[in-house]
């Protein structure tokens, strides 16, 4: 009898860890997806040199993926083609299993 109930709470356990590492391993995924979100929104905003239509389009995909994406530029009065912006990327980040959504912010800088 007692050898039962010792491999119940082991199953138990084992099962509670392989969830907890599935649960882990999907934030993870979820994060790096939307570092590599930005990454490529960036990137494309530079290669326009901070095009509205770009950046508008970057907005448009990154609200299908549940993120916000806000561009602030900046362009300096002396040369009009130089222009600079702030990128900023908000997700969610939540695991599941332990009942924990928090909002995590990237940020990257377009030149």
């Known amino acids: 009898m007692d050898t039962i109930l010792k491999t119940f709470v082991s199953m138990f ?3 509670l860890l392989l ?3 599935a649960n882990l391993i ?3 995924i979820d994060a790096r997806n939307a570092q ?3 990454a490529d929104a960036v990137s494309e905003i ?3 040199n901070c095009a509205a239509s770009v ?3 970057w907005q448009k995909v990154a609200t299908q993926h549940d993120y916000v994406l806000a561009v ?3 362009s300096h009065s002396d040369t009009s083609e130089k222009r600079y912006a702030t990128a900023t990327l908000t997700y969610t980040y ?3 299993l332990l009942s924990f959504t928090d909002e995590h912010v990237l940020r990257a800088q377009v030149r």
């Open 13 to 15: 356990f084992l099962l």
């Open 19 to 21: 969830f907890l590492g």
């Open 26 to 28: 999907s934030a993870s």
């Open 36 to 38: 590599a979100m930005l």
């Open 46 to 48: 530079e290669a326009s």
């Open 55 to 57: 950046i508008g389009e």
């Open 72 to 74: 602030s530029s900046i």
């Open 94 to 96: 939540e695991i599941p």
